[in-house]
């Protein structure tokens, strides 16, 4: 029996679509394969960061120490930019808190929404996070979301506490433990500014220190300048 040569024709044509399908396919599998390896390895630098957040989520003390001990970064963020610290401060894990800063967790890394773990610890009325967080060097000047520092915050607290004793709506123990956190805070808060207060002290002295070598050396156009500047530092001495 014989075809016809539109028929062979067709048949050779079937064969090839075939044949070119199946070759399609492979290389789409290939190729998926592939992209699936580089963007695989591309990631695998993120999972012990990934495997941090987590275990900070789920409050695994032991992990979050493991996993910092191999070296594992303490800043590490997910994709709304909330580092480890921002979810530890926002679930109250303070323990977990300490140990972060102890790993050099920075305490001014801002989220997606500018956020910084003081801002969430404020929120939460967290004073002992809210003392770690000053002791690390936070921002004292960020706010919570009603506008407040943690001056404000201290204050707020005490007045509530104070009404609540007054009223005989709060126990003597829970009291106390509630005192001594606000009083935490302001010596923390207290220490941040004398510690800010020694430094810049350090670095008048040292300005001052360059200026009287440079008496000595400098051009004397440079004198009547100098002399300027230490009347202004004069004046500074007095508003102090």
Same mark, same amino acid.
């Given at each position: /029996?014989?075809?016809?040569?539109?028929?062979?024709?067709?048949? &050779?044509?079937?064969? !090839?679509?075939?044949?070119?399908?199946?070759?399609?396919?492979?290389? $789409?599998?290939?190729? $998926?394969?592939?992209?699936?390896?580089?963007?695989?390895?591309?990631?695998?630098?993120?999972?012990?960061?990934?495997?941090?957040?987590?275990?900070?989520? &789920?409050?695994?003390?032991?992990?979050?120490?493991?996993?910092?001990?191999?070296?594992?970064?303490?800043?590490? $963020?997910?994709?709304?930019?909330?580092?480890?610290?921002?979810?530890?401060?926002?679930?109250?894990?303070?323990?977990?808190?300490?140990?972060?800063?102890?790993?050099?967790?920075?305490?001014?890394?801002?989220?997606?929404?500018?956020? $910084?773990?003081?801002?969430?610890?404020?929120?939460?009325?967290?004073?002992? !996070?809210?003392?770690?967080?000053?002791?690390?060097?936070?921002?004292?000047?960020?706010?919570?979301?009603?506008?407040?520092?943690?001056?404000?915050?201290?204050?707020?607290?005490?007045?509530?506490?104070?009404?609540?004793?007054?009223?005989?709506?709060?126990? /003597?123990?829970?009291?106390?433990?509630?005192?001594?956190?606000?009083?935490?805070?302001?010596?923390?808060?207290?220490?941040?500014?004398?510690?800010?207060?020694?430094?810049?002290?350090?670095?008048? &002295?040292?300005?001052?220190?360059?200026?009287?070598?440079?008496?000595?050396?400098?051009?004397?156009?440079?004198?009547?300048?100098? /002399?300027?500047?230490?009347?202004?530092?004069?004046?500074?001495?007095?508003?102090?």
């Amino acid at each position: /029996m014989s075809h016809s040569d539109s028929e062979i024709k067709d048949h &050779v044509k079937e064969k !090839i679509r075939k044949q070119l399908h199946i070759e399609f396919k492979a290389k $789409t599998k290939l190729s $998926t394969a592939e992209d699936l390896r580089k963007l695989k390895k591309k990631l695998e630098p993120l999972y012990p960061e990934i495997r941090l957040i987590q275990a900070v989520s &789920v409050h695994n003390t032991e992990e979050v120490k493991r996993l910092l001990e191999c070296g594992v970064n303490p800043n590490s $963020t997910d994709s709304q930019l909330r580092s480890a610290l921002h979810v530890a401060v926002s679930k109250g894990y303070a323990d977990i808190v300490k140990i972060l800063l102890n790993y050099g967790a920075d305490p001014n890394k801002r989220d997606v929404i500018y956020n $910084t773990p003081l801002h969430l610890a404020a929120c939460i009325h967290n004073f002992s !996070i809210i003392s770690m967080l000053i002791n690390a060097k936070a921002d004292v000047s960020c706010l919570d979301m009603h506008g407040r520092n943690p001056l404000q915050l201290a204050s707020s607290k005490l007045e509530i506490l104070q009404k609540g004793w007054r009223q005989g709506a709060i126990e /003597m123990v829970k009291l106390r433990e509630e005192v001594q956190q606000v009083v935490d805070l302001l010596l923390s808060i207290l220490m941040r500014g004398i510690e800010e207060k020694m430094e810049k002290l350090q670095s008048d &002295v040292d300005n001052l220190q360059l200026m009287k070598l440079s008496l000595n050396s400098g051009p004397p156009e440079e004198l009547d300048d100098q /002399m300027s500047k230490l009347l202004n530092d004069i004046e500074k001495f007095k508003l102090a």
